[in-house]
C-alpha cells in the first residue's frame, strides 16, 4: 500500500498563494504518477493536476492552469501543489493520490490511493 499525507491548506484572501504538500510513505515503487483533486461543498470530487514521478510531466485543469503548479520531489517521495492567484471557487478540500496509470488520467477511480485531504479556504 501507499500512504499519502498532505499538508498546508489553510485559510487565505483572494489574490493570495498557499503550498499544499503530499508526503508518500509504503509501496511507492507502485505509484506511476501522482494527482491532486478538491472537491467543494456540494459538489463532486474534480481533478487538478497530475505528475508522472519519472519524467515530470504534467496535466492541468483548465480551471487551475496559469495559476497552480504541480512539482515533486523524488528523493523526498514527495507532491507539491502551488496555488497562486486564488480565487473564492478556489476553496475545496484537497486531496493527493497515487495512480499506476501511465496514461493521463482524470477519472478519479483510476487512482488507487488517496490521502485525508486539506481544506483551502479562499476569502473575498
Known amino acids: 500500500q501507499v500512504q499519502l499525507v498532505e499538508s498546508g491548506g489553510g485559510l487565505v484572501q483572494a489574490g493570495g498563494s498557499l503550498r499544499l504538500s503530499c508526503a508518500a510513505s509504503?509501496?511507492?515503487?507502485?505509484?506511476?504518477?501522482m494527482g491532486w483533486f478538491r472537491q467543494a461543498p456540494g459538489k463532486e470530487r474534480e481533478f487538478v493536476a497530475r505528475?508522472?514521478?519519472?519524467?515530470?510531466?504534467?496535466y492541468y485543469a483548465d480551471s487551475v492552469k496559469g495559476r497552480f503548479t504541480i512539482s515533486r520531489d523524488n528523493a523526498k517521495n514527495t507532491v507539491y501543489l502551488e496555488l497562486n492567484s486564488l480565487k473564492p471557487e478556489d476553496t475545496a478540500v484537497y486531496y493527493c493520490?497515487?495512480?499506476?496509470?501511465?496514461?493521463?488520467?482524470?477519472?478519479?477511480?483510476?487512482?488507487?490511493?488517496w490521502g485525508q485531504g486539506t481544506q483551502v479556504t479562499v476569502s473575498s
Open positions: 493520490a497515487s495512480t499506476n496509470e501511465w496514461t493521463v488520467t482524470t477519472t478519479d477511480s483510476d487512482y488507487d490511493y
Open positions: 509504503g509501496r511507492t515503487f507502485s505509484s506511476y504518477a
Open positions: 505528475i508522472s514521478w519519472s519524467r515530470g510531466k504534467t
